[in-house]
């Protein structure tokens, strides 16, 4: 899963909520992102890997995670208007992602977590991570 979103939208925070939970840490602030056969893979740069920025504290130290497959991107610029969104895509080296538009909820990092973890009900992005 991939987090985009302009400084300040909240991608750092909302991954330590999803670490707090289980998720791993490939990278913060900067991902290498590559297409390998026909998945886009994420990685972190070899000197930012097992840190990631908390505001207001500094770089906290974490367990850094190998490159992983995305199959899904998170647009914190975005907002999600409706209850049932329709499916979503967006494209990175020309390989679809399944896209989730950003939510102002208390349960977006554990509804997100979930998905990591066990993808969607209708199988759309699969669930890797």
Known sequence: MILMGSSGSGKSSLALQMMALGADLVA???TIVAR???ALVGACPPALIGLIEARGIGLL???GAGPAILAHAVDLDRSET???PPPRR?????VALDLV???QTRHFPHALYHLLRHGRADGIGGSAE
Not at 90 to 94: A, D, H, Q, T, W
Request: overall charge neutral.
């Open 36 to 38: 390998q056969g026909g």
């Open 101 to 103: 538009l950003g939510q």
């Open 82 to 84: 409706e209850r049932m």
């Open 90 to 94: 967006i494209s990175f080296l020309g």
């Open 28 to 30: 913060d602030d900067r």
């Open 61 to 63: 130290r974490a367990p």
